[in-house]
């Protein structure tokens, strides 16, 4: 160990590496989920569970490869492209709710 000890330059650098990594995980992870729920939502995929399953599989990997290439973290990147993917469900179904009630109530 060296006499100089942690200084403020280093922790503030190590800060930002961190967030940077962080938030550029989480960036790369919710556009590659949403593009992701946006192709099997819009395509005939779902009509072949085989091709669909290849596909989400295909997708984890490439944004993992993605992440790692470019220096960020490659297992963050999972957290959040299955939080984006909730997400999206989840607002789909909010959405057709909606339109369920405003339909239901206008008769």
């Given at each position: 160990?060296?006499?100089?000890?942690?200084?403020?330059?280093?922790?503030?650098?190590?800060?930002?590496?961190?967030?940077?990594?962080?938030?550029?995980?989480?960036?790369?992870?919710?556009?590659?989920?949403?593009?992701?729920?946006?192709?099997?939502?819009?395509?005939?995929?779902?009509?072949?569970?085989?091709?669909?399953?290849?596909?989400?599989?295909?997708?984890?990997?490439?944004?993992?490869?993605?992440?790692?290439?470019?220096?960020?973290?490659?297992?963050?990147?999972?957290?959040?492209?299955?939080?984006s993917i909730d997400?999206?469900?989840?607002?789909?179904?909010?959405?057709?709710?909606?339109?369920?009630?405003?339909?239901?109530?206008?008769?």
């Amino acid at each position: 160990m060296s006499e100089e000890g942690v200084t403020f330059g280093a922790i503030a650098l190590a800060t930002g590496q961190f967030i940077m990594i962080g938030l550029g995980s989480t960036a790369i992870g919710i556009f590659l989920g949403m593009l992701n729920a946006l192709i099997l939502r819009r395509t005939l995929i779902k009509k072949q569970p085989p091709m669909e399953i290849l596909m989400i599989l295909g997708f984890a990997y490439v944004s993992y490869v993605l992440c790692d290439g470019i220096g960020l973290s490659g297992t963050v990147i999972y957290s959040n492209k299955n939080v984006s993917i909730d997400l999206f469900i989840y607002t789909t179904n909010v959405h057709r709710n909606c339109c369920y009630l405003l339909l239901w109530c206008d008769d």
